[in-house]
């Protein structure tokens, strides 16, 4: 028992050692609210991209972020807080928000499920949009939905250029649709694309992610008056 608690204080010593550049503590706050690629850190912290990448390597082995390969550009990558990690760091901003807005490509899954989890947690309004919609909302995330209880109404997909609003929080499940959009984005979301997939796991999976990453943002977001 002793040796464990000695390991655990070394581990919580080396996650506040890890914290305790401001920088570092920059990157963390910034991945609270979604993924970022390297270069967008950068940008926002000011540094260059061999000091970012020392940061990001101290982060990356105290397991407090992780990178996975763009869906959209391979040779993109997006850093993601390891949430679980910073169990007794958490820091939560409020900040007030007219609307959360939802986008993906099509505006045929990952969004859709964004709404209806966003719904769930949160009484700040939302909505969703695509860069490119479809037809129709996926089938596979219709019957997701169903089978874990959520509200999805079977509406027709949307451009955001239609959608968004002044006052929105944009938020991006999807690599492409980040990528690609024109208007300034507020936070990003790499959720894989359940219909490349196609498998009822694959969609129970995006929405798991989902799921965990709303209850992540909704305590920073408060509804703006009026």
Excluded at 28 to 34: I, Y
Excluded at 52 to 78: I, Q
């Amino acid at each position: 028992m002793k040796t464990e608690r000695v390991a655990e204080i070394a581990r919580r010593a080396a996650l506040h050692a890890a914290l305790a550049d401001p920088a570092r503590l920059q990157i963390v706050d910034v991945l609270a609210l979604g993924d970022a690629a390297p270069s967008e850190l950068a940008e926002l912290l000011g540094v260059g991209s061999n000091l970012l990448a020392h940061h990001l390597k101290v982060l990356e082995r105290e397991g407090l972020v992780v990178r996975t390969r763009s869906e959209g550009d391979g040779r993109r990558w997006y850093v993601r807080l390891v949430p679980e990690a910073l169990a007794a760091v958490q820091v939560r901003p409020v900040r007030e928000v007219a609307r959360v807005l939802f986008v993906c490509t099509a505006n045929s899954a990952r969004s859709h499920l964004a709404t209806a989890v966003w719904r769930r947690v949160s009484t700040v309004p939302t909505a969703s949009a695509g860069t490119h919609p479809a037809g129709r909302i996926a089938p596979g995330a219709m019957a997701a939905a169903r089978r874990h209880g959520l509200d999805l109404p079977a509406i027709t997909p949307q451009h955001v250029e239609a959608v968004r609003a002044l006052g929105d929080l944009v938020v991006t499940v999807c690599d492409r649709a980040h990528e690609e959009l024109q208007i300034p984005v507020d936070v990003h979301w790499s959720v894989p694309d359940p219909i490349g997939r196609g498998t009822p796991a694959a969609f129970d999976d995006a929405l798991a992610d989902l799921e965990r990453r709303a209850n992540a943002l909704a305590p920073h977001l408060a509804r703006q008056p009026g």
